[in-house]
Structures are given as C-alpha cells and as structure tokens.
C-alpha cells in the first residue's frame, strides 16, 4: 500500500522518504481534489496510538510479525489486507496511467 502510495506520489513530481510525510502528501492530493482514494487506505498507513486501534493497521500488523516471535497470522486478516491491497493497486493504476 505504501509503494503505491509512493507511485503516486511520483506521478505528481514529489519524492518521499518518509511514510509519515508520504500519507500526509496523499491526504493534502485527495484534499485538493488532484486524486480520489478513500479514507480506508490512507487511515491503514497511519501510526496508532490507541492500544484497540493498533491491531487494524498495516504498519502495526507489519511490525508485528516482523520483529515479534509470534509464529502463526490470522488468515482472514491477511485475505483481507491481500484484497484491500489489491483494491489500492487498481485505484493506482488509474491515477498513475491517466
């Protein structure tokens, strides 16, 4: 999600980073009127500081079963992030393409 953040980001002449700076691009892109992406993908990205909140974010779930010792992932989680994910890809590919 954040890579496809990231092609967007190009699109519009901007490099980033920085994932904080990079979401905060998207917002002020979807803001302005310049890309339509829902909420859903940007507020995925975003650092959590509400205990309940962090189980639902990508950057979390990433974090966790990268540096944890926790061996086993929820398969309907990781279905759904697949699809969310695929979901962003196509919205990308529009942005990007036209």
């Known amino acids: 999600m954040y890579h496809c953040f990231l092609a967007i980001a190009r699109k519009f002449g901007y490099e980033s980073g920085n994932q ?3 979401i905060a ?3 002020w892109l979807t803001q302005e009127g310049k890309i339509n992406i829902d909420e859903k993908y940007i507020e995925a990205l975003k650092y959590e500081e509400e205990k309940e909140k962090k189980e639902e974010k990508v950057i979390e779930m990433r974090e966790e079963y990268t540096y ?11 279905n759904e992030l ?17």
């Open 68 to 78: 944890s010792i926790k061996i086993s992932v929820e398969e309907q989680k990781i």
């Open 25 to 27: 691009l998207i917002e």
């Open 82 to 98: 697949i699809d969310t994910c695929k979901e962003l890809i196509d919205i990308t590919k529009n942005i990007v393409l036209n």
């Open 20 to 22: 904080t700076c990079t």
